[in-house]
């Protein structure tokens, strides 16, 4: 059962293009949401993060969008850079009272590609 | 300066064995985890410590046994290693429970022959 999903595992994106990476979640328990990026033989690295209480949350080239009644978000990179080149998780954790508490549940990856 | 460590970062083993990875981070948070993700590429949490006291024990094997000496050490022991194990593990550290980003140790490659 796969509560959090990213469908698109691959993503090819031209330098100083816009990146959109998509996740979508089931759990309405829900409630604080973020992205990570990882290159090979590293541990994931913290990007941006959102709580449910907001629509969108912006740093510097990052924003990411919720959208609750869809229960779906989104990443943008503007512009996107080469070293953008990545892997991206997206993460939820839930609220008090729910399975998912004090854990983080993953999607399962996108693969960025940004070239030259 | 690393701020969350985990040794060795690549292990090899034969089935059977027993082994242990260590973890330490230096940020003074409360809270530690151990992921693991598996040959698809999923991340999965398995256990999770707050102040030395285990708080998430996923469905995991009894054979992958948590020690948290202290706040700033999370190692994670397994017995009688099954070819299924072979996985990246991942620890991580974050300042509380929840609503806040959790923090990545480089991961230890298992590979049990």
């Known amino acids: 059962d796969q509560q959090v999903k990213q469908n698109s595992p691959s993503l090819s994106v031209q330098e100083g293009r816009i990146s959109i990476l998509n996740c979508d979640y089931t759990?309405?328990?829900?409630?604080?949401f973020l992205w990570y990026k990882k290159y090979p033989a590293e541990g994931p690295t913290f990007l941006i993060s959102i709580s449910s209480i907001k629509d969108k949350n912006e740093d510097g080239r990052f924003t990411v969008f919720l959208n609750k009644s869809a229960k779906h978000l989104s990443l943008h990179i503007v512009p996107s850079q080469p070293g953008d080149s990545a892997v991206y998780f997206c993460a939820a954790s839930a609220k008090a009272g729910g399975t998912s508490y004090g854990k983080l549940t993953f999607g399962q990856g996108t693969i960025l590609t940004v070239h030259p | 300066d690393t701020a969350v460590s985990q040794t060795p970062k690549y292990l090899v083993t034969q089935m059977g064995n027993d082994k242990s990875i260590k973890c330490e981070q230096n940020?003074?948070?409360?809270?530690m985890y151990w992921y693991k993700q598996d040959s698809k590429k999923f991340l999965k949490i398995m256990f999770s410590?707050?102040?030395?006291?285990?708080?998430i024990n996923e469905t995991v094997p009894n054979r992958f046994s948590p020690k948290s000496p202290d706040k700033a050490h999370l190692n994670l022991h397994i017995n009688s290693l099954e070819l299924g194990d072979s996985a990246v593990y991942f620890c991580a550290s974050s300042p509380r429970v929840k609503g806040t980003e959790a923090f990545f140790g480089q991961g230890t490659r298992l590979t049990v022959v």
């Open positions: 940020l003074g948070h409360d809270t």
């Open positions: 759990n309405s328990m829900f409630d604080y």
């Open positions: 410590y707050n102040n030395k006291e285990l708080i």
